[in-house]
């Protein structure tokens, strides 16, 4: 190619077409065209780049491994301009630069550049303008991978944390028609024992006096286990066999509210009313267990909402600083839990809002709180604290 037509390949350049034929011929006099490969090396990883690429034609991209895999983040084609720019400070680039399809392009090496800057007053106002557009570029990308980073830190603790509510939602759900048969059969036995308005009264005070108590907080395998060992051992006095034990021994009544139950109700009939009590408080207690699997759900979906700020424009605001922290250490709670980390958050109950687009403040609190966890030791500790500061 000569330098006529290569000085007319210039004047047609997207980027550069415009700059004066005088300078145009300076890079064409100083410049060596290229034909590069698919697959050729064009600026390699930790490798100095050596010179300025004026692309006249084809396909370049620029590939990085941030830990997630490598992939592609920036690409150029014909008519754009790539490598060491004038004034950059750049000496290795993060990526690898590789050549996608055959590409046709002029190269200026490193050690021209200083020429070309005191020659081509033009070309370099438009290469530092490339320069600057590069390095948004980057930047953009880079925060778009800090996103996706923490996007799926937010997914993998979400779905860690909604799976046992989940699962016991779905668990206990499934037990909960069967529940209600049984003590549906069991009110029907009641009925039929035909019962006198004082035997009524008496059932209906001791179901009240069970209903009205907190549910019981979880107990051991042990304890249960001797409470079941109780009542089987008060059944078997009685001579009732029918009562499932295992139900009522999770229920709240006492030796002394069966022995009262005792004195007024024959065996027939205290068996159907001990059935009816297990049944109803067994299904009772599914519905109770659904409702607080639901509750956390709902609290980490609210939770998932706050952190992400789904419902607001991507614009600065005020953002409670407080809820955010609130919102960012029950998302990470699951993954502190199974690293046996607890996190304390002190937050003073007067700190002011700060500026700033919430989704993005969010993301830096998880980021620090994250890498905390995964700093700490096992049973560590990670505290969390945030306070305003006063300066005179």
Request: net charge negative; aromatic share 4%; charged share 25%.
């Amino acid at each position: 190619m000569t330098t006529e037509e290569l000085v007319a390949l210039l004047a047609n350049h997207r980027t550069l077409g415009k700059a004066p034929r005088k300078e145009l011929e300076w890079i064409a006099a100083h410049g060596t065209v290229r034909l590069l490969q698919p697959g050729d090396v064009v600026a390699a990883r930790a490798e100095i780049v050596d010179a300025l690429y004026i692309l006249l034609s084809g396909r370049l991209s620029h590939h990085v491994d941030r830990g997630a895999g490598r992939r592609k983040v920036m690409e150029w084609v014909g008519g754009e301009v790539t490598g060491l720019l004038p004034y950059s400070r750049m000496t290795t680039p993060p990526g690898d630069t590789i050549v996608d399809e055959p590409t046709e392009a002029v190269r200026i090496p490193r050690e021209d550049l200083p020429e070309l800057i005191r020659n081509c007053y033009e070309v370099t106002a438009t290469l530092v303008h490339a320069m600057t557009d590069r390095a948004r570029r980057f930047t953009s990308t880079d925060l778009r991978d800090e996103k996706l980073i923490s996007l799926g830190k937010l997914a993998s603790g979400l779905a860690h944390e909604l799976n046992n509510p989940a699962s016991a939602a779905m668990r206990d759900a499934k037990s909960l028609p069967d529940a209600l048969g049984i003590a549906e059969e069991a009110a029907r036995s009641l009925a039929g024992a035909q019962l006198t308005p004082v035997q009524l009264k008496e059932l209906d005070e001791v179901r009240s006096l069970l209903m009205t108590s907190a549910p019981q907080p979880y107990v051991s395998g042990l304890a249960l286990a001797d409470r079941e060992e109780a009542l089987v051992e008060w059944l078997e006095d009685h001579d009732l066999d029918g009562v499932p034990t295992e139900e009522l021994a999770r229920t709240t009544i006492t030796i002394e509210v069966l022995d009262r139950l005792a004195r007024t109700l024959q065996e027939d009939s205290l068996e159907a009313a001990l059935r009816w009590i297990a049944g109803g408080a067994n299904a009772r207690s599914l519905a109770f267990d659904i409702e607080r699997a639901v509750t956390r759900i709902h609290a980490l979906v609210a939770s998932v909402k706050g952190f992400t700020h789904m419902d607001q424009a991507p614009v600065a605001t005020p953002v409670d600083v407080s809820r955010g922290l609130n919102d960012t250490v029950a998302i990470l709670d699951g993954k502190a839990r199974g690293r046996s980390v607890t996190i304390t958050l002190t937050v003073t109950p007067d700190l002011p809002p700060i500026l700033g687009i919430g989704g993005e403040v969010n993301q830096v609190w998880m980021n620090l709180i994250d890498n905390a966890i995964d700093a700490a030791p096992d049973r560590g500790q990670v505290e969390v604290t945030a306070v305003q500061e006063h300066h005179l």
